[in-house]
């Protein structure tokens, strides 16, 4: 499966963004899919994850409330609807796909190539 996300870019505080990653192929649906992010110097960080179904969600205390993860298997994509933003939300945000709903990078298969999210103050 190849994921392309988009939908980053330069925001500032308290502004709303939405991510989007969309799939190749139709297995896109048997997959649990998380959404990622990387800041410079720092590791990958887990934000927000559902499964193949849509009807299991697990957010970062950091983003729980501010960020909303949703998919529409029809589009093979995935959404994060980012509102409320704050400078430290501003990394590389990655898209994957796991079986099973997961919140580790390892246990990620398959990986977007990142989209840049830059929140200024």
């Known amino acids: 499966v190849q994921l392309q996300a988009s939908g980053g870019g330069l925001a500032q505080a308290g502004d709303s963004l939405r991510l989007s990653c969309v799939a190749s192929?139709?297995?896109?649906?048997?997959?649990?899919m998380g959404w990622f992010r990387q800041a410079p110097g720092k590791e990958r960080e887990f934000v927000a994850v559902?499964?193949?179904?849509?009807?299991?969600?697990n957010y970062s205390d950091s983003v729980k409330g501010r960020f909303t993860i949703s998919r529409d298997n029809a589009k093979n994509t995935v959404y994060l609807q980012m509102n409320s933003l704050k400078p430290e939300d501003t990394a590389v945000y990655y898209c994957?796909?796991?079986?099973?709903?997961?919140?580790?990078?390892?246990?990620?298969?398959?990986w977007g190539q990142g989209t840049l999210v830059t929140v200024s103050s």
């Open positions: 994957g796909a796991s079986v099973g709903v997961r919140t580790t990078p390892n246990l990620y298969k398959y």
């Open positions: 559902i499964s193949w179904s849509g009807i299991v969600t």
């Open positions: 192929d139709r297995t896109f649906s048997s997959y649990g």
